[in-house]
């Protein structure tokens, strides 16, 4: 069995990763509730002889498969959450309910990312099972991506230490090697607690929480002008006390959510914000108490690993699209006049040549294209729990074209699109290369081993510590 073989031996699965990607999207579950969609996707692993290890480090739909013997340890991260107040009718050009009985809906394309990443792991099983070769292939299950980034979770209690590497990958409107860092962050819950009291009759008798909370806000914003210009710090008051002004506020709460390009940088802006939050109840004469609910690493680039996917992409060929499903495309495009072009993004990163290069693709409603391999050790915008997962072992993604050209993620866009001939194709694709990438690295020990050694040197230079405290829990 050669890997060619094992990579076309998935067009014949087409049909059932397709069934399956679509009874995830007819069933969202937002994070910590996927209990339907884990349980498919464990169903599917089981079904294909995969050893399934359930509720992994407490997480009750979180798990993980495993197939083979001996090393490398290649493991394929799945996810499967949807997001709420996104239900929308399949392959509506117009806002509609979905009709299944639930608001939530795929609005990030996770039905198809669980998949694709499941589909990858059963050719990478299919072809250790008939090469006899060495090695063994891992699914993980990783629930909540959305609302909990349970993979910082997962990593920080050691779900992926006996990994030699991972791989994933992640819906997108283009096709390309994921070749960037991720900005760190860690969301904090802010409480403060005072002492009610008559407003006019005995203000003395209080002491307001609101009032600490406002300061802290003004504190925070004077702060902003001595961070690092790449440091976002973000807020929301869920708590300002109640609606009664003649009542001092005893109680009042903000989150706060502080990003940064590295895990120590958002260290020393969060001590700097605890300070701040401190200092506001002192001088209101209050009580705070503070807890981190989540928080995500910076995502470590690999060079190694990203070479050997960008080779995969060279050797197979895009997707190309029936003209039934570029007008489908197009119908949808339509409905985001607005929409950020490719001229527009090329263009602020590449100058003028990149404006006329995307002035030419953007007459495309699908990309049938992949974007040329650009290694770049700046940031993006975003965060991502696959982030924790890179600072445990090397670590590489991809991003396939699943949706029309400007479609943004968290939309009921991307939802109608979510079941479509042309998102399957993606997803299928994306599982091809996937499994090159592992069937390359299984066979060649060599580049294995460097990977290991670029992610040996990354990780020493950054002193690695979850952002997560020990007694920090998801749930």
Same mark, same amino acid.
């Given at each position: $069995?050669?890997?060619?073989?094992?990579?076309?031996?998935?067009?014949?699965?087409?049909?059932?990763?397709?069934?399956?990607?679509?009874?995830?999207?007819?069933?969202?579950?937002?994070?910590?509730?996927?209990?339907?969609?884990?349980?498919?996707?464990?169903?599917?692993?089981?079904?294909? &002889?995969?050893?399934?290890? /359930?509720?992994?480090?407490?997480?009750?739909?979180?798990?993980?498969?495993? !197939?083979?013997?001996?090393?490398?340890?290649?493991? !394929?991260?799945?996810?499967?959450?949807?997001?709420?107040?996104?239900?929308q009718?399949?392959?509506?050009?117009?806002?509609?309910?979905?009709?299944?009985?639930?608001?939530?809906?795929?609005?990030?394309?996770?039905?198809?990312?669980?998949?694709?990443?499941?589909?990858?792991?059963?050719?990478?099983?299919?072809?250790?099972? /008939?090469?006899?070769?060495?090695?063994?292939?891992?699914?993980?299950?990783?629930?909540?991506?959305e609302?909990?980034? %349970?993979?910082?979770?997962?990593?920080? &209690?050691?779900?992926?230490?006996?990994?030699?590497?991972?791989?994933?990958?992640?819906?997108?409107?283009? /096709?390309?090697?994921?070749?960037?860092?991720? +900005?760190?962050?860690?969301?904090?819950?802010?409480?403060?607690h005072?002492?009610?009291?008559?407003?006019?009759a005995?203000?003395?008798?209080? *002491?307001?929480?609101? &009032?600490?909370?406002?300061?802290?806000?003004?504190?925070?914003? !004077?702060?902003?002008?001595?961070?690092?210009?790449?440091? *976002?710090?973000?807020?929301?008051?869920?708590?300002?006390?109640g =609606?009664?002004?003649?009542?001092?506020?005893?109680?009042?709460?903000?989150?706060? +959510?502080?990003?940064?390009?590295?895990?120590?940088?958002?260290?020393?802006?969060?001590?700097?914000?605890? =300070?701040?939050?401190?200092?506001?109840?002192? $001088?209101?004469?209050?009580?705070?108490?503070?807890q981190? @609910?989540?928080?995500?690493?910076?995502?470590l680039p690999?060079?190694?690993?990203?070479?050997?996917?960008?080779?995969?992409?060279?050797?197979?060929?895009?997707?190309?699209?029936?003209?039934?499903?570029?007008?489908?495309?197009?119908?949808?495009?339509?409905? $985001?006049? =607005?929409?950020?072009?490719?001229?527009?993004?090329?263009?602020?990163?590449?100058?003028e040549?990149?404006?006329?290069?995307?002035?030419?693709?953007?007459?495309?409603?699908?990309?049938?294209?992949?974007?040329?391999?650009?290694?770049?050790?700046?940031?993006?915008?975003?965060?991502? @729990?696959?982030?924790?997962?890179?600072?445990?072992?090397?670590?590489?993604?991809?991003?396939?074209?699943?949706?029309?050209?400007?479609?943004p993620?968290?939309?009921?866009?991307?939802?109608?699109?979510?079941?479509?001939?042309?998102?399957?194709?993606?997803? %299928?694709?994306?599982?091809?290369?996937?499994?090159?990438?592992?069937? @390359?690295?299984?066979? @060649?020990?060599?580049?294995?081993?460097?990977?290991?050694?670029?992610?040996? &040197?990354?990780?020493?230079?950054?002193?690695?510590?979850?952002?997560?405290?020990?007694?920090?829990?998801?749930?």
């Open positions: $069995m050669s890997k060619q073989e094992s990579i076309q031996w998935l067009d014949g699965q087409k049909a059932r990763l397709a069934a399956l990607s679509n009874d995830i999207w007819d069933h969202p579950e937002i994070g910590g509730h996927e209990t339907h969609c884990s349980a498919a996707l464990i169903q599917a692993l089981e079904e294909n &002889d995969f050893t399934v290890e /359930t509720g992994l480090t407490g997480i009750p739909t979180a798990f993980c498969g495993r !197939f083979g013997s001996g090393r490398p340890h290649i493991g !394929f991260l799945g996810e499967f959450d949807a997001l709420p107040n996104l239900t009718k399949a392959g509506a050009v117009e806002k509609l309910p979905a009709g299944n009985g639930t608001t939530n809906g795929h609005g990030c394309g996770h039905n198809l990312l669980g998949v694709g990443s499941l589909g990858a792991a059963l050719a990478v099983k299919h072809y250790l099972e /008939t090469t006899g070769k060495s090695g063994t292939v891992f699914y993980f299950g990783c629930p909540a991506e609302n909990l980034s %349970l993979k910082a979770f997962m990593a920080r &209690d050691g779900a992926f230490n006996d990994l030699d590497l991972a791989l994933s990958w992640h819906p997108n409107a283009l /096709t390309a090697v994921w070749a960037y860092s991720s +900005l760190a962050n860690v969301k904090v819950v802010y409480k403060f005072g002492r009610s009291a008559h407003a006019a005995a203000p003395h008798m209080g *002491r307001s929480a609101l &009032d600490a909370l406002e300061l802290m806000n003004v504190g925070v914003q !004077f702060l902003r002008e001595h961070i690092i210009p790449d440091a *976002r710090v973000h807020y929301a008051i869920t708590n300002a006390g =609606d009664a002004p003649n009542v001092v506020q005893a109680e009042a709460e903000a989150v706060y +959510l502080i990003r940064a390009p590295k895990n120590f940088q958002v260290k020393e802006i969060l001590t700097r914000v605890n =300070d701040i939050a401190e200092g506001a109840a002192l $001088m209101s004469g209050v009580k705070v108490e503070y981190v @609910d989540k928080a995500c690493s910076n995502l690999n060079n190694v690993l990203e070479e050997v996917l960008a080779a995969n992409f060279k050797a197979l060929p895009h997707p190309q699209y029936t003209e039934e499903e570029l007008a489908c495309a197009k119908a949808v495009q339509d409905t $985001m006049p =607005d929409r950020t072009t490719l001229a527009q993004r090329f263009g602020a990163t590449m100058g040549k990149g404006r006329k290069l995307g002035e030419q693709y953007d007459q495309q409603s699908l990309y049938s294209f992949n974007l040329p391999y650009t290694p770049s050790e700046k940031p993006v915008s975003g965060s991502t @729990d696959v982030g924790d997962v890179s600072w445990v072992c090397p670590t590489s993604q991809i991003v396939v074209t699943t949706c029309c050209g400007g479609t993620e968290h939309t009921w866009q991307m939802v109608a699109q979510g079941k479509s001939s042309y998102a399957h194709k993606g997803m %299928l694709y994306a599982a091809q290369v996937l499994a090159g990438a592992a069937i @390359d690295l299984l066979d @060649d020990p060599a580049k294995v081993q460097a990977a290991r050694e670029e992610f040996n &040197d990354r990780v020493a230079h950054g002193n690695y510590q979850s952002l997560l405290p020990a007694d920090a829990h998801p749930f």
